[in-house]
Structures are given as structure tokens and as C-alpha cells.
């Protein structure tokens, strides 16, 4: 098993070139969010601007618009239940992240089967919350796209039916190949399986135990997979500094909140960044 460090991730950190744009760093779509749960995909969403993707669009229910642009006016809305307008965006996408706060009843499961069946196969999608519970639990389509899966320890039960006891490192990675995905199982220390390798994460506390905690990470792996070098490399990025920075957290505060982390997040990767000190003359 393989430990994801600091040294490594320092290592990861992409150095931004003068003559770039927001283009080049990604176009993301985060879906979500239904008419009580619009937090969910807020938190996602926020934590993908913070972490630098270079735009970032919404589509959720419109209930939640409001409160979307209050919290962040960097990012577009679309209403997720509007199938075509869902099918436009999810089209010009480099990223989809699908599931947080989405729900579970038929009005969530169209957005999903819409995302599902529009996905191409040079597109990412992230697959988080109740989009997990849907993609066990419904009759949905093969999405097209490269999948990375971000359960939680419940609901890796529910994709493999397998007992905590028997979530050993080889099983969980053939089930990682079984699913045609790379798996981000998220408990005390985090494991990635990707590639054929287990990543363990080094960092994360119990602070870090309160809802929302899932969908910030959903959301800054949403926004560093497009900026990283590869895949891989963002999502191991993403696992440890949402977890690192909850370290640092912790040692003053006895929760840590997912909006606490999410403000953190550019100081940080400015933090691991070779390019702290340049000057962009
Ligand atoms: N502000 C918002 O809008 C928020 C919205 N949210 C959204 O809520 C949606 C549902 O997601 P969810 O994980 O909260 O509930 P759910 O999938 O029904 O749990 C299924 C089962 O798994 C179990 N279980 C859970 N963790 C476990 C563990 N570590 N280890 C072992 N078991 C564990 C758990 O067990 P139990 O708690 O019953 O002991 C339960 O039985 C999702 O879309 C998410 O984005 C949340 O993010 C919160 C903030
Ligand atoms: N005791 C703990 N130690 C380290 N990390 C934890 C602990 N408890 C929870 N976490 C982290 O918090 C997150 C919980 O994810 P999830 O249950 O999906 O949250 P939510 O769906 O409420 O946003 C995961 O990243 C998990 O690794
Ligand atoms: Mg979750």
C-alpha cells in the first residue's frame, strides 16, 4: 500500500504559467442538490473554486439559486431538472461531479440518467452521496466518461455487499475493476484504488466527522483533477489536503467545518506550490 505524503504531494502541485487562462484549468459542472439539500452541493461547488478550477457552473434545484450566488458568485447556475439545458452544459464539460444532496426519488434519478447517458469518454465524472446510493439501487446506463466513486464506508457496503471485516485491500481493488472505476473509500485513513495500486492516506482526525465533510472533498477533487498533471495525482492531492488542512484545524478547534476547510484551500496549495515566492512581473 502505497502512503500519499507530503513530500509527493508537494511534488503533484502543478506551478501556473503566466500565459494561461481560465480555460486551462478546467470546466466543471457540479450536480445536485435537491429542493432540501442545497447545501450539499454548495459546499461541493465552493470548495471546486477554491481549489482553482476555472469555471464552475451548478445545476441544481431552483430553490437553491439564491443561495448559490450569495455564497458564490463565481459560479453559473442551470436548473438540473431543465433535461435539456442538463444535457447543453454536461456537453462542454472537462468535469462532472454528480450527487451530492441530489436525493433519491424519480425527479433525481432523471438527472442522473441524463448525465449518465451524455457523458462522453473524454469527459471525468465524479460520482458522490445519493448518485452512489442511484447507481446501485436504479436501472441506469453505463456512463461513457472515466469514473472515479467517493463512498463513504456505508456506501461501499452498498456497491459491494461486502462486511467491514472483509474489506481487505485486494478485494476492494477487484472491486474497483469490477465497477470500471477508481475508488475513493473515505474513513479515518482514506484508501484510493487506482491504476491497480493502494493509496493510503497519512492525514485526517475525528474533527472531520460532521456532514458536509464528503461533499467538500467530492468538490476539491472536482477541481483539482483538471489542473493536475494526471488523474491520479489530483485525486490523491485533493484526499490529503482536504484532510491536511482539517489537521491543522483541529489543533484549535474541536470540529472542523467543511466551510472552514474550503477557505483554507488556496492558502494551502499556495503552501505546497514551488512558485510561492515568484513574482509575476
Ligand atoms: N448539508 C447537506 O445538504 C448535506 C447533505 N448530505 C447528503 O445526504 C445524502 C445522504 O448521504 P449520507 O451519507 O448523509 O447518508 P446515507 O448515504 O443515507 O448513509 C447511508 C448509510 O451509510 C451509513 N454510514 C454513513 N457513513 C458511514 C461510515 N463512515 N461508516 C459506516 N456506515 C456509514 C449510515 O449508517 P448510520 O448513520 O445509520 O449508522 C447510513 O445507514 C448525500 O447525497 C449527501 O451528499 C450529506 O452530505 C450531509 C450534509
Ligand atoms: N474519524 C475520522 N477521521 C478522519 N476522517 C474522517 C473521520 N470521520 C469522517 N472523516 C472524513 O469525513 C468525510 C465524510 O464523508 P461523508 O460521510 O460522505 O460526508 P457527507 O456525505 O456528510 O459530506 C470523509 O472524507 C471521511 O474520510
Ligand atoms: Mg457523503
Known amino acids: 500500500m502505497e502512503k500519499i505524503t507530503k513530500e509527493k504531494v508537494r511534488a503533484f502541485m502543478p506551478t501556473r504559467e503566466r500565459d494561461s487562462y481560465k480555460g486551462s484549468y478546467g470546466r466543471v459542472l457540479f450536480v445536485g442538490g435537491n429542493e432540501h439539500m442545497g447545501g450539499a452541493i454548495i459546499l461541493a461547488a465552493s470548495a471546486g473554486v477554491y481549489s482553482g478550477a476555472g469555471l464552475v457552473t451548478v445545476a441544481t434545484h431552483p430553490s437553491n439559486k439564491a443561495a448559490l450566488h450569495a455564497r458564490l458568485p463565481e459560479a453559473m447556475f442551470v436548473d438540473m431538472t431543465d433535461s435539456r439545458q442538463l444535457k447543453h452544459y454536461v456537453e462542454s464539460m472537462d468535469m462532472i461531479v454528480l450527487g451530492p444532496g441530489l436525493g433519491r426519488d424519480e425527479t433525481s434519478l432523471a438527472v442522473l440518467q441524463t448525465v449518465y447517458e451524455t457523458v462522453k469518454s473524454y469527459q471525468i465524472l465524479l460520482v458522490d452521496g445519493d448518485g452512489i446510493y442511484l447507481h446501485v439501487n436504479e436501472t441506469v446506463p453505463e456512463p461513457d466518461a472515466t469514473l472515479i466513486l467517493t463512498p463513504h464506508l456505508g456506501e461501499w457496503r452498498t456497491l459491494t455487499h461486502l462486511a467491514p471485516d472483509d474489506q481487505y485491500d485486494d478485494v476492494n481493488l477487484g ?107
Open 175 to 281: 472491486y474497483a475493476k469490477q465497477l470500471n472505476a477508481i475508488v475513493v473509500l473515505k474513513k479515518a485513513r482514506t484508501e484510493v484504488y487506482c491504476d491497480d495500486e493502494v493509496w493510503e492516506n497519512t492525514t485526517g482526525n475525528p474533527s472531520m466527522a460532521t456532514g458536509g465533510m464528503g461533499d467538500t472533498l467530492a468538490g476539491m477533487i472536482g477541481g483539482f483533477v483538471p489542473q493536475f498533471d494526471t488523474l491520479k495525482e489530483g485525486v490523491l492531492s485533493a484526499v490529503y489536503l482536504h484532510s491536511y488542512i482539517a489537521d491543522d484545524l483541529s489543533l484549535t478547534h474541536y470540529v472542523t467545518l467543511p466551510t472552514a476547510i474550503i477557505e483554507e484551500i488556496p492558502k494551502v496549495m499556495k503552501e505546497f506550490s514551488t512558485d510561492k515566492h515568484r513574482r509575476w512581473l
